[in-house]
């Protein structure tokens, strides 16, 4: 303690992250990969128009391409990492 007898506050603050930094991004998954994944891999879903990201269970119905455990079972396609892509990652525990 300071001779004045006040604690001292010490605080870290995290360090700001840009988005872009490498720390910050998932791995994000290419179309191959997921079209691979075992039924019910639970997977995170950003769409590319920008909509989420869900958290989905992979669905497969032997046709070779993953869906998502939704109504409609949801084919994913189009993915990849670039802006305009669906961006599909393991969600962190």
């Given at each position: 303690m300071p001779q004045d007898n006040k604690p001292v506050q010490?605080?870290?603050a995290p360090k700001k992250r840009k988005k872009g930094d490498a720390a910050l991004e998932p791995k994000y998954l290419?179309?191959?990969?997921v079209n691979?994944?075992?039924d019910r891999t639970?997977?995170?879903?950003?769409?590319?128009?920008e909509v989420g990201?869900?958290?989905y269970?992979?669905?497969?119905?032997?046709?070779?391409k993953a869906r998502v455990n939704t109504m409609e079972k949801e084919a994913l396609s189009f993915v990849g990492k670039e802006k305009w892509?669906?961006?599909?990652?393991?969600?962190?525990?």
């Open positions: 010490v605080t870290c290419t179309q191959d990969e691979k994944l075992p639970v997977v995170m879903v950003q769409w590319s128009g990201p869900h958290r269970q992979i669905v497969q119905l032997g046709d070779g892509h669906t961006k599909v990652w393991f969600p962190e525990n």
